[in-house]
């Protein structure tokens, strides 16, 4: 049997602001790895950034897209660079030809 694609889109998770948000959404991924195929694509707002980021990370069995936008400035501003940002990460899944069985959204808020 295949192990299924897993995309998993969380509201928190570590990132260089928190190391430890949403440590618990990484270890369940984690956890799940040796039975899925895992990628993670989280995107995270900073205000000690001016310009969006991207890095893609593979450890503990799992695949890692983290963007990281800034989040100054009114809500107007803050929404076209999380949309940005996120348009950013899915590219950077599409280009990287993962194509999930199934998308979990783990704490649903602007992620969903």
């Not at 049997?1 to 618990?24: A, E, S, T």
Request: proline content about 4%; aromatic content about 8%.
């Amino acid at each position: 049997m295949n192990r299924p694609k897993i995309l998993h889109i969380p509201q928190w998770y570590p990132n260089p602001d928190d190391i430890q948000l949403g440590i618990f959404i990484q270890k369940q991924i984690i956890a799940t790895a040796s039975d899925c195929n895992n990628l993670v694509l989280s995107i995270i707002g900073s205000k000690n950034i001016s310009t969006n980021s991207l890095t893609i990370n593979e450890s503990n069995g799992i695949k890692e897209f983290q963007v990281v936008y800034c989040a100054k400035g009114n809500a107007y501003k803050r929404i076209k660079f999380y949309l940005r940002a996120l348009q950013k990460g899915l590219s950077a899944v599409a280009d990287s030809g993962f194509y999930p069985d199934l998308i979990h959204c783990h704490i649903a808020g602007r992620n969903l």
